[in-house]
């Protein structure tokens, strides 16, 4: 099994001349056949929508693409419920989904008519209280506790995490919105990260769709949506064997049809919040080598750091490397690649296998078209890059500009700081 990267070393050459390395470069087929694919596997469910986790890549150029196939916007926090509406997912195009939630941001949310997910039973008083009353339609994040376990291994602890209300805490919420007014509900959850397994979504599907009956049961609630949220993940790895959306989807539709039909809820609708599964795969992380160390290592050290790509000083995570122009030279060289940052964990790579490399090769990082560029930050002065899409007619536009100098010091509070500096 192997990575391909959706660019060549020649259309990125040509790429550099106009936009310098490093920058991130997303994929528009990949991104609309995934998203395609992702609307059929559910379309058995009538109600059925994807809320695209805009934490994961928050441009709007890529968000657009998506709401082509009936994308929301899964929001956390001010500014992305502000880029939401700045795309026109406003109403029920949005779920927003929050902790230790400032009260202004439950109102934003709702005077742009999104659905307020709660994290927590005491955000009923504070939603009442931003709000004047609480929206009619309204839902609650579900944490079962324990310990999460698949027959593939895989397991995450809910218990651990600090989202979501216990069981007896949600009874008492419903119950609670139920006399405030609230007439239509939604269950959440999300309980494991980055599952690459079929199993995990129709596992959750079935823990929730029970919870979802034995509340309409006891509380005689309408309850009108439950969201599977985010978790489905994807082969970081060239081992990794990669989910199948359509064997997903019948895997939840099969739990529907046993647990809710029967009990007279063939009318709930489906909502997920994927953002890795949408489009990290179709993203990739183009940088330039510009250094070789030979001490106690082989370093590789190339024009991209942390900043651009934060998993793997921040987790350990792994991103399969492409050496362009290499792709079927032996692998027989170990390097471990590095960015510049004062900081040891600023390694893309550590005692990888890779062809030989020389300064001047560019090198294709995997899989960061969610949770890379938007990780960014600008430790030791160094500037986010730019972001490119490569169209679908082979055409690459640019949907970011790279950060510059005077971005970096426009937040000072003497605004002529830069202009001071540029001119001494």
Known sequence: MSKKPFVTKEQIETIARTYPTPFHIYDEQGIRQNAENLKKAFSWNKGYKEYFAVKATPNPFLINILREYGCGC??????????AKAVGAVGEDIMFSSNDTPVEEFKYCND?????????????EAVEKACGRLPEKMSCRYNPGGVIKMSNGIMDNPGDAKYGMTKKQIFKAFELMKEKGVKEFGIHSFLCSNTVTNEYYPMLARLLFELARELKKKLDVHITFINLSGGIGIPYKPDEKTNDIFAIGEGVHKAYDEILVPAGMDDVSIFTELGRYMLAPYGGL?????NEKHTYKEYIGVDACAVNLMRPA????????????????????????????????????????????QIGDYIFIHDTGAHGFSMGYNYNGKLKSAELLLKTDGSVKLIRRAETPKDYFSTFDCFDFYDKLISE
């Open 74 to 83: 899964d929001c956390s926090s001010l500014t992305e419920l502000m880029l």
């Open 112 to 124: 742009l008519g999104g659905i307020i997910n709660l994290d927590d039973i005491t955000h009923i």
């Open 286 to 290: 183009v940088t330039k080598v510009i």
């Open 314 to 357: 921040m987790y350990g995570a792994y991103h399969h490397i492409t050496v362009l122009g290499k792709e079927n030279e032996p692998c027989d060289c170990i390097y471990d690649v590095t960015g510049s940052l004062c900081e040891n964990n600023d390694k893309f790579a550590i005692d990888r296998k890779l062809p030989e490399i």
